[in-house]
């Protein structure tokens, strides 16, 4: 069966890094985008990044300049690397797959567990 997890999330003070990690499995890797999205309480799930087979990305504007999206097809592995956090960021990052191009998380095929990133002040 289709598998991401998720690895990387913390707690950490503004303009801190964090790296998160999603090991995917059960999926023909190279006919997927991947992509991060995040909830913060009370909201919706939200776009943060999402990056082909070939390594062409769209980020949200919230997290340009900060955040790079990184994929490692042959481990079936996809990559965010978030700089200068800021509280805003503070959400449960999910991992996601589709096959098409929708940015729209309605659309997307596979999600992993999420996994939570605190940024305090």
């Known amino acids: 069966q289709v598998q991401l997890v998720e690895s990387g999330g913390g707690s950490v003070q503004v303009g801190a890094s964090l790296r998160l990690s999603c090991a995917a499995s059960?999926?023909?890797?190279?006919?997927?985008?991947m992509g991060w999205f995040r909830q913060a309480p009370g909201k919706e799930r939200a776009f943060v990044a999402r990056?082909?087979?070939?390594?062409?990305?769209v980020y949200d504007d919230s997290v340009k300049g900060r955040f790079v999206i990184s994929r490692d097809n042959a481990k079936n592995t996809v990559l965010l690397q978030m700089n200068n956090l800021k509280p805003e960021d503070t959400a449960v990052y999910y991992c996601?797959?589709?096959?098409?191009?929708?940015?729209?998380?309605?659309?997307?095929?596979?999600w992993g567990q999420g996994t939570q990133v605190t940024v305090s002040s």
């Open positions: 996601g797959a589709t096959n098409g191009i929708s940015i729209q998380p309605a659309n997307w095929n596979y």
């Open positions: 059960g999926i023909s890797f190279r006919y997927y985008y």
């Open positions: 990056i082909g087979w070939s390594g062409a990305y």
